[in-house]
């Protein structure tokens, strides 16, 4: 009667460690799950950062930077040259790179008419180039559009634009 007894609170035992041993498993599971969700959460928000700061400084590179070096400038005439150039791809860290001017802020992306040779200065956007990344986050920056305009006098006119970049997400 007594080694019966034994056995049974010996296999109490190994259920209760069994028991014990799944309820810290779990728990470290969750708490594995909290700490890599916000790694990629902060791994997301460091390449917007990362995005956002390039693009902050895109305006003043010599690719797009206005006649004079004027901080946040775009030169029009110099984004019409990039536009098609397969080149530029590699050499920007962003899934996409395109300008949006003012007259395109109230339209949805149907409605805008892209810039090209043709129809060049009455378009809506400019886009330098897309790698159609599926997983895309774009962010934006305001600058300054300027271009030479040619009428009874030569003088540079500038409207307010959008620099959008996209990243890829994690």
């Given amino acids: 009667m007594k080694s019966k007894k034994g056995q049974l609170k010996i296999q109490e035992m190994a259920f209760m460690l069994v028991a014990i041993i799944l309820f810290f498993v779990l728990v470290g599971l969750f708490a594995a799950s909290i700490i890599f969700r916000n790694l990629h959460e902060s791994a997301t928000q460091n390449e917007e950062a990362k995005t956002l700061s390039a693009i902050s400084n895109l305006a003043g590179t010599a690719e797009f930077v206005c006649t004079g070096n ?41 409605e805008m008419i892209k810039c090209t040779i043709e129809n060049y200065p009455n378009c809506d956007i400019f886009e330098v180039y897309n790698k159609n990344s599926s997983n895309d986050n774009r962010i934006h920056s305001f600058v300054a559009l300027c271009r030479v305009e040619f009428d009874t006098i030569v003088y540079e006119k500038c409207e307010i634009a959008q620099l959008w970049a996209g990243s890829q997400r994690k």
């Fill in 70 to 110: 004027r901080p946040n400038c775009v030169d029009e005439d110099k984004l019409m040259a990039l536009i098609g150039k397969k080149s530029f791809e590699s050499y920007w860290p962003f899934t996409s790179l395109s300008v949006l001017k003012y007259s395109g802020f109230n339209k949805r992306e149907s």
